[in-house]
């Protein structure tokens, strides 16, 4: 019990995941003000996700799972796949992108949104956004930096450096989890570009990425890679075998989240075109010809655009 128990910390992650839950109920009643009552009835109910997520984040960081991390391999693989999968899914599904700007005071957040994508200043910043929004460099940015992170010297550089953990490693590992996410579940007013066919592609891609990685630490290997958990005082489960388990929990998480996201593209195809056969005939037919994705066809007259609409700001949805 006491590995439950003993051992929560409470460092300032817990002040600012405070802080941003009370500024984006500002947010919430603002909108609340001036839109429709259905309309604010999603947003409250796709709060309860994003405030699942930060929950996810504080266990995650202050709860005993990051203090055994330290001692076990696989219960940092745990930590990984929670700031991976498990935040970033439930965040991004909670859409707090409007509320928390229009939190801002007056109409600060619109002024704010406004010179962002207008102004000089601001292009740097575009590129990079818009670089990143690309559908295929975050499905690859996302393998890439759970990769990256899993090579020995770059693990044992974030064991012995808590600025590299903290700051790159589970940084880049929550912020890359959020951009892979984003092509798969809609997040008003993010709009997903992706075509169902590329979906499929990326989520099976990137769960082959994790039975390679997986595999890799348990059966083409026979010893453990990293030597920072081979001397540890009071851990009596030796180094390979919790290396073992760490690839085990990789393997089985992974399935977890591909094969119920594969499924939930599949019936948001069937959806839209009546079944799965109508729809790869469809993709196979403009696939190369519509570069404006799923998204662009699902807006053209006549279908219901995938999942929720956007939040507009102002009353623009005509709330």
């Known amino acids: 019990m006491n590995y439950l128990t003993g051992h929560w910390s409470y460092d300032p992650f817990l002040i600012v995941a405070i802080v941003v839950a009370a500024w984006h109920e500002i947010g919430l009643r603002g909108l609340a003000l001036r839109s429709r009552p259905e309309r604010t009835r999603q947003r409250r109910l796709r709060s309860l996700s994003f405030y699942a997520g930060l929950a996810v984040l504080?266990?995650?960081?202050?709860?005993?799972?990051?203090?055994?991390?330290?001692?076990?391999?696989?219960?940092?693989?745990?930590?990984?796949?929670l700031l991976s999968f498990a935040a970033p899914t439930l965040i991004v599904l909670g859409a707090p992108w409007q509320p928390l700007l229009d939190a801002l005071p007056g109409r600060l957040g619109q002024r704010a949104t406004r010179s962002a994508m207008?102004?000089?200043?601001?292009?740097?910043?575009?590129?990079?956004?818009?670089?990143?929004?690309?559908?295929?460099?975050?499905?690859?940015?996302?393998?890439?930096?759970?990769?990256?992170?899993?090579?020995?010297?770059?693990?044992?550089?974030?064991?012995?450096?808590?600025?590299?953990?903290?700051?790159?490693?589970?940084?880049?590992?929550?912020a890359t989890g959020v951009l892979f996410w984003l092509q798969f579940i809609p997040s008003p007013p993010a709009r997903i570009r992706m075509q169902p066919g590329q979906q499929i592609a990326a989520l099976v891609g990137t769960n082959v990425v994790m039975w390679f990685l997986a595999m890799?630490?348990?059966?083409?290997?026979?010893?453990?890679?990293?030597?920072?958990?081979?001397?540890?005082?009071?851990?009596?489960?030796?180094?390979?075998?919790?290396?073992?388990?760490?690839?085990?929990?990789?393997?089985?998480?992974?399935?977890?989240?591909?094969?119920?996201?594969?499924?939930?593209?599949?019936?948001?195809?069937?959806?839209?075109d009546g079944s799965v056969g109508a729809a790869m005939e469809l993709m196979l037919r403009r696939g190369q010809g519509n570069h404006g994705g799923w998204a662009s066809r699902s807006l053209a007259p006549g279908r219901a655009?995938?999942?929720?609409?956007?939040?507009?700001?102002?009353?623009?949805?005509?709330?």
Do not use: K
């Open 118 to 174: 207008r102004d000089r200043w601001s292009r740097p910043l575009r590129a990079a956004g818009r670089f990143l929004a690309r559908p295929w460099t975050a499905v690859i940015l996302f393998n890439v930096v759970m990769i990256a992170w899993h090579v020995p010297a770059l693990y044992d550089l974030a064991y012995n450096n808590q600025a590299v953990h903290i700051w790159l490693m589970h940084g880049s590992l929550f």
């Open 58 to 81: 504080l266990i995650t960081v202050d709860s005993p799972i990051d203090y055994w991390s330290d001692s076990y391999f696989f219960v940092h693989m745990i930590q990984h796949l």
């Open 216 to 272: 890799s630490m348990s059966f083409f290997t026979a010893s453990s890679w990293y030597p920072v958990y081979n001397h540890i005082p009071g851990v009596t489960l030796p180094p390979f075998p919790d290396q073992q388990i760490g690839a085990a929990i990789l393997w089985v998480c992974g399935d977890f989240w591909c094969f119920p996201a594969v499924v939930l593209v599949l019936r948001r195809m069937i959806a839209r």
């Open 305 to 319: 655009a995938p999942g929720p609409g956007p939040d507009w700001p102002d009353g623009a949805d005509g709330s």
